[in-house]
């Protein structure tokens, strides 16, 4: 027999298969006018019990569960995780349709938007996208509506270790003056990317009252980690506030400075660009390269690791690290560049022979 109670202010029913209890959330509210259908529902259960079909269906799509999902779970998240899980959804009902019963969706779904994704994003994208849904579907474990998640642990792939890549001198301003022409409002964004080495998540959630003039700091909240850091605004980025935006001057402290973007369309217009300037390396210049850019130029400038690891809010050194060697590496070729050169090894050898022994 199945037992009905309240939970969380829901109406829950109790059942028992084969010895094991398990619980289901009807998602009625607990009132005395919702009984009567948690009452139905019940008597369902226990008619599925005795047939012996335990797999019951609950009838809800996967947009029905998306909604409930971003209630009782994303909405106490940060509105940048809010807009991760967007872009990943978005993703995701190209291959699941949004009408989809929840109880269909299977890993050869999630196998199918894995592989449909690889060619279009980079893998620490893809890696990020795939988090966030079995999030989604953990939590629909967790509320007893599907006994496990679809995502299997082999589907995963494997996160590639990339070299650090940045922005040349000539191909940066050919990005920011093709942005600048074309959308100036967009060119600020971009910009902001590089005077910050934020990440694209973040500077879209960068508020008016994230920005203190008066004491020259700005309050950045970092949605990988959930902490905030403060970042100092020095004098190029605080012309930049003079002179590029000076829109936010008069605007109310909870408006977002770049309220006409979101990730989808920021990502959209640098394609555009990547394209119009012929850029065709896929995935390998993307948003997060401005961020690449910054932290490569204040570790050729000598800039402290642990200082650069602040400004970009890294919990790892190991990650600051990569950009010290990148930087390191492209030092010493300079380096070897401008020995002498001498087509007689034996000779070069034997200079270097003498100097040691000096």
């Known amino acids: ?145 599907i006994p496990r998640n679809p995502i299997r642990k082999k589907q995963i792939p494997k996160r590639i270790k990339k070299n650090i890549v940045f922005f040349s001198e000539n191909m940066l301003d050919e990005i920011l003056n093709t942005a600048k022409d074309r959308d100036p409002e967009y060119y600020k964004f971009l910009k902001m990317l590089l005077l910050t080495g934020q990440r694209p998540i973040d500077v879209l959630g960068l508020t008016v009252g994230n920005v203190d003039r008066e004491n020259e700091l700005m309050y950045l909240n970092i949605s990988k980690t959930g902490k905030q850091i403060i970042f100092p605004i020095y004098d190029q980025l605080k012309d930049f506030f003079e002179d590029e935006l000076t829109q936010i001057n008069n605007s109310p402290k909870e408006e977002r400075i770049f309220k006409n973007f979101n990730s989808n369309i920021v990502e959209k217009r640098f394609q555009r660009i990547k394209r119009y300037l012929k850029i065709t390396e896929k995935n390998v210049y993307t948003l997060k390269t401005f961020r690449k850019t910054f932290a490569s130029y204040l570790a050729a400038k000598g800039v402290d690791q642990a200082k650069i690891a602040d400004l970009l809010g890294h919990d790892d050194p190991k990650t600051t690290r990569k950009y010290y060697a990148a930087i390191s590496a492209i030092n010493l070729r300079k380096e070897l560049n401008n020995l002498p050169k001498d087509d007689n090894a034996k000779n070069i050898a034997d200079k270097i022979a003498d100097n040691y022994k000096k």
């Open 1 to 145: 027999m199945a037992t009905l109670y309240k939970k969380r202010d829901m109406w829950y029913v109790d059942y028992y298969v084969e010895g094991k209890r398990f619980s289901k959330n009807t998602y009625l509210k607990s009132s005395i006018a919702n009984k009567k259908e948690a009452d139905k529902i019940k008597r369902k259960i226990e008619d599925l019990i005795s047939s012996k079909k335990y797999i019951m269906s609950t009838g809800k799509s996967l947009i029905a569960y998306v909604d409930v999902f971003k209630r009782e779970h994303l909405s106490l998240k940060s509105k940048s995780h809010q807009g991760v899980f967007e872009d990943a959804l978005a993703h995701f009902i190209k291959i699941v349709p949004k009408e989809t019963k929840i109880e269909d969706i299977n890993s050869e779904h999630v196998a199918r938007f894995i592989e449909k994704l690889k060619p279009k994003v980079a893998n620490s994208t893809l890696l990020t996208y795939i988090s966030y849904m079995k999030i989604f579907f953990n939590f629909l474990v967790e509320e007893d509506i």
